[in-house]
């Protein structure tokens, strides 16, 4: 089993820079590859990015493609996501998850373990 914690929210003006990262327990944290999501008020969870378990393939939603870069240290257990050129679009609760299976899923459904979520708010 794993369980994830988010951390690294925050308000936050428009145009700032924040570092998502998710702490991980378990033995087992190098074989699942990671997602972040978020979800804002009203809307559905979206995908944001996805590391595979290695960290050596990267995914991203078009929306924050060129501003966000998710990364992985499997010997701490961590996966972040540094967020730059936030925009008031990207206020949203940020959830990281974990996926041992080997598809790409970039969407909610199929992930094994989820964390609480941090939230992040921009104000323009």
């Known amino acids: 089993q794993v369980q994830l914690v988010e951390s690294g929210g925050g308000l936050v003006q428009a145009g700032a820079s924040l570092r998502l990262s998710c702490a991980a327990s378990?033995?087992?944290?190098?074989?699942?590859?990671i997602g972040w999501f978020r979800q804002a008020p009203g809307k559905e969870r979206e995908f944001v990015a996805r590391?595979?378990?290695?960290?050596?393939?990267?995914y991203y939603a078009d929306s924050v493609k060129g501003r966000f870069t998710i990364s992985r240290d499997n010997a701490k257990n961590t996966v972040d996501l540094q967020m730059n050129s936030l925009k008031p679009e990207d206020t949203a609760v940020y959830y990281c998850?974990?996926?041992?299976?080997?598809?790409?899923?970039?969407?909610?459904?199929?992930?094994?373990?989820w964390g609480q979520g941090t939230q992040v708010t921009l104000s323009s």
């Open positions: 590391i595979s378990s290695s960290g050596g393939s990267k």
């Open positions: 378990g033995r087992t944290f190098s074989r699942y590859a």
């Open positions: 998850a974990a996926d041992s299976g080997r598809i790409v899923r970039l969407t909610p459904n199929g992930y094994d373990y």
